[in-house]
């Protein structure tokens, strides 16, 4: 599975970005799907997970109520709408393919190149 990330670019603190990673390949559905951050100077680190079906998502807390995961299999794409944006939410986000809802990216069998967001205060 290969994977793309993109619709990041530079918002306003409380604007809004909707990030989109699309995926080839004919598996795309049988694998959980989770978004990972990278800030500057900072660890990955988990942001959001989606199960194969998009019945089921997890959160890290500091995006909790603010960002939303979701995918469309019949697009093979997974996206994660992040409003209320902070500073502290500048980074390379990164999306990734595994099978299981892991908050480590290294639990992930494919993982894409990131997009960057800066958010501006």
């Known amino acids: 599975v290969q994977l793309q990330a993109s619709g990041g670019g530079l918002v306003q603190a409380g604007g809004s970005l909707r990030l989109s990673c699309a995926a080839s390949g004919r598996t795309f559905s049988t694998y959980f799907m989770g978004w990972f951050r990278q800030a500057p100077g900072k660890e990955r680190e988990f942001v959001a997970a989606?199960?194969?079906?998009?019945?089921?998502?997890w959160y890290a807390d500091s995006v909790k109520g603010r960002f939303t995961i979701s995918r469309s299999n019949a697009k093979d794409t997974v996206y994660v709408q992040m409003n209320s944006l902070k500073p502290e939410d500048t980074a390379v986000y990164y999306c990734?393919?595994?099978?299981?809802?892991?908050?480590?990216?290294?639990?992930?069998?494919?993982r894409g190149r990131g997009t960057e967001v800066t958010v501006s205060s």
């Open positions: 990734a393919a595994g099978r299981s809802p892991s908050q480590r990216i290294d639990d992930y069998d494919y």
């Open positions: 989606i199960s194969q079906s998009g019945g089921s998502t």
